[in-house]
């Protein structure tokens, strides 16, 4: 679904007007585009490692205080907002959805590391400390192959994967188990159906007959593998796209709930605060207070 929140395009930040991919050191991208700390969306895929510096920033209104060597991810569509404290330096990639659509055999592949499933709580990650120098160099080599000409985008790409496949791997080892890879495939394809059509399909059994099972096996399915019935994950997409747009003051709160599909602006505000706890006007003065620091 895409909606008029503010967006950014790779275009507007990169210094070389790349449309598929921009690389920049953190601190100078940051020097040029001090007025990005408002909530906003991207169109594209967006990654920070944080070499020094301190402060917090948000994803999808989960807050995460900086560290060193921590790296966060965010798909096309998250928001985010950011307050940073001292001295930052680190390194910046924006890419495209389609930067890998050619290069890589299976389009979703980026899908199955478990940094880029649209979940903040995964999002960010401290690199383990034995490949933290290999992750710092290989985004340092991403920083030369800026201004290069043949090959420069395969090469960008091969290095991107190779850091996406080193933090993945640690990850698991971490856990001591392949998180996410061997996620059910049909829980994968009710999640990406769930952020298809959630505007206008609301019902469990509507997606159940979408992925040919009956509704009681997708909730147990869903119960297994999420902790949450088909309903609640229905119902927590719903939630998350309301305070996207919540953020915006250009909107009323009758034209966001006209735009999810509601009937009207009342059963909008019992939904939203059944679901967070809050009406939708305290939800907006509690965020413009304070937008970042939890």
């Known amino acids: 679904m895409q ?7 790779i275009g507007p930040l990169s210094e070389y007007k790349e449309n598929d991919v921009m690389i920049s050191r953190f601190e100078d991208y940051l020097a040029e585009h001090q007025n990005l ?3 906003h969306r991207h169109g594209f895929y967006h990654l920070v490692l944080f070499t020094k510096g301190g402060g917090f920033y948000t994803i999808d209104f989960n807050h995460f205080e900086v560290n060193p060597l921590q790296i966060y991810f965010m798909t096309p569509g998250q928001v985010h907002s950011w307050h940073f404290e001292g001295e930052m330096e680190g390194f910046v990639v924006n890419f495209s959805e389609a930067f890998f659509r050619s290069f890589l055999l299976k389009p979703d592949y980026l899908e199955s590391f478990s940094f880029f499933d649209g979940d903040s709580n995964n999002s960010v990650i401290t690199v383990p400390y034995d490949i933290q120098k290999n992750v710092v160099g290989l985004f340092e080599d991403l920083l030369l192959q800026v201004k290069k000409a043949k090959f420069r985008e395969d090469i960008i790409r091969v290095l991107l994967l190779h850091i996406f496949l080193l933090l993945e791997q640690g990850q698991a080892q971490e856990k001591k188990q392949e998180v996410k890879n061997q996620q059910n495939p049909l829980i994968k394809n009710f999640q990406k159906l769930v952020e298809k059509n959630f505007i206008k399909i609301r019902q469990p059994g509507e997606y159940a007959e979408m992925l040919h099972v009956t509704p009681n096996h997708l909730n147990a399915l869903s119960k297994e593998h999420l902790s ?7 119902r927590n ?3 998350l796209e309301a305070k996207r747009l919540l953020i915006n003051l250009d909107f009323t709160v009758s034209e966001i709930a006209y735009k999810l599909n509601f009937n009207d602006n009342s059963y909008f505000s019992r939904f939203f605060k059944k679901e967070t706890g809050m009406t939708p006007e305290a939800f907006r003065a509690e965020s413009a207070n304070h937008s970042v620091k939890p």
């Open 3 to 9: 909606t008029t929140f503010p967006r950014l395009d």
């Open 37 to 39: 700390v408002f909530p």
């Open 228 to 234: 949450l019935q088909a309903g609640a994950v229905i």
């Open 237 to 239: 997409r719903i939630a």
